[in-house]
């Protein structure tokens, strides 16, 4: 069972910069230790699990069919009214929730192979994906979370996944709890 830190209503609503850079200038609190895990290259559950001394696991806060909001429709290139493959998780390491992670997956990238996307369970999707030399991923984007609490991220980061034509979006929601 989820902590109360990871209820899916601590997403918050997230402006997205294309680079750290252009964030950081709206928001020097990125800096320092969050903006280690900002910048991290590749496999973030990877790293998760590194930092961990005694145990990590995946909390499934909801996955299923729903609409993508407005911003994630048009950076998948997706019609806005589409439904879309979402599944939000806490990833905990120690029993304490580090990072909230929602992921959007088109209709037309869970045909054929695609379709274990809709499977992971407790996996890892990173475990998936950087597991799948056919995945790459795109840039980064950097977000500023607007906060209605203290336990809620401060920042973010998202990058879109590439199979051929298919892709996904990953977002990476930041907890206080990771680098306090």
Known sequence: M?????????IPRTDWYRSFAAAALRSPAVHGKLGKWLKLEGSLTRALQLQCRESFHVDILQEGFARPS??????????????????????TGDNTPWVLARTVIPLSTLAGRGRRLRNLGRRPLGAYLFSNPEWQ????????????????????????FFSGHHGLLVGEYFLPTLFS
């Open 70 to 91: 407005l911003e994630e429709a048009r950076t998948l290139g997706i019609p806005i009214r589409q439904n879309a493959w979402i599944r939000e998780v806490c990833l």
């Open 2 to 10: 989820p902590s109360r830190d990871c209820n899916p209503a601590c």
């Open 137 to 160: 991923r795109g840039p980064f984007e950097t977000g500023l979370c607007h906060r209605s609490s203290s336990h809620q991220p401060l920042a973010a980061r998202r990058s879109r």
